[in-house]
């Protein structure tokens, strides 16, 4: 019998998207489906289109909270009301390709931490492609994901959690509410971060040794207005998640290397200096920038180098 697969969609306010985001659920090839719907005190018509769908569809669970909560905790609200094997977060403003689930789950295997499957970055009508997601689909070693996610960002992996499916028992084990910061940052507002973390809490399971990657473009994450990621600037979140990451994860020792990153950063950007500020008392490290910089070009080079070979053995 094939395996239970849940499909969460924590939503808030997204009349304009919802519709679409269940329909590319329900529409999946794989049957055995739960899709758990937790809706955070909608104001808008959210809740009268969700209810349209509960007519059409028993698999679709539907949930209100008494009060909103805040995205992050909905989120974990989700995560704790799925009970299939696997799970895939669907933002309520996205959209995935009718073949999503049973092209990941055909390539889950023991030591797979997770899949993930190519995206674009689309408008708010889904009609133009802005972005195409260009990381390579082989798989990767969770080591090297780890290192490019947290020193590189040169393979283009997603820091959603939106391009892949997960165990449901990873996700619960894996989840972060609070970020620790200095600079008094609620990643709970906004989720930035806390989506980053839980891939590379799963990444990090001595149990797992590999990711692996999808060659189609299975997601689409649209870009609108009213999207988090759009309308504020992330990336200090997203790097005080990195230095959770790593200083919870000394046994790596890439201290250093982070260092080397934050310090590189901090010279393009000035935004980045109290972070790494912090880091340098932390960790009481030398960094080396020159060093940092050299590995980031060969790096670069590498993905471009497979990238033309691969195409040109085609």
Not at 24 to 51: F, G, M, P, R, W
Not at 59 to 80: A, F, S
Not at 190 to 201: E, I, V
Not at 205 to 228: E, G, L, M, V, W
């Amino acid at each position: 019998m094939e395996s239970l697969v849940s499909i969460l969609i924590p939503t808030y306010n997204r009349e304009l998207y919802i519709r679409e985001a269940i329909e590319s659920a329900i529409n999946q090839k794989y049957k055995n489906l739960e899709i758990i719907i937790v809706d955070n005190c909608s104001k808008d018509n959210t809740t009268e289109i969700i209810n349209d769908y509960l007519k059409l569809d028993n698999r679709i669970k539907y949930y209100i909270n008494k009060e909103n909560i805040g995205p992050v905790l909905n989120w974990h609200k989700c995560i704790e009301l799925a009970s299939g094997e696997y799970v895939k977060i669907l933002w309520s403003d996205d959209l995935i390709d009718d073949n999503f689930i049973i092209d990941t789950i055909s390539i889950f295997s023991n030591n797979t931490a997770f899949v993930l499957t190519g995206y674009n970055i689309s408008d708010s009508e889904s009609k133009k492609i802005l972005y195409n997601s260009k990381f390579q689909y082989k798989n990767y070693s969770t080591i090297e994901y780890i290192r490019d996610l947290l020193l590189f960002n040169t393979c283009d992996f997603p820091v959603s959690p939106a391009s892949a499916i997960f165990r449901l028992k990873d996700l619960r084990n894996s989840f972060v509410i609070e970020i620790p910061n200095n600079e008094n940052l609620d990643s709970k507002i906004n989720g930035a971060g806390n989506d980053l973390l839980m891939m590379l809490n799963i990444a990090i399971n001595k149990k797992y040794d590999t990711i692996k990657c999808i060659n189609k473009k299975s997601t689409i994450f649209r870009a609108h207005k009213n999207s988090f990621s759009i309308a504020n600037n992330l990336n200090i979140y997203y790097e005080y998640a990195r230095l959770f990451f790593v200083a919870s994860n000394i046994e790596l020792n890439i201290t250093n290397s982070y260092l080397s990153r934050l310090l590189f950063l901090s010279k393009r950007n000035k935004s980045y200096d109290v972070i790494y500020k912090h880091a340098k008392n932390k960790f009481a490290k030398k960094t080396n920038i020159v060093k940092y910089i050299v590995q980031k070009i060969y790096y670069k080079f590498r993905l471009k180098l497979f990238l033309f070979l691969n195409n040109y053995s085609k």
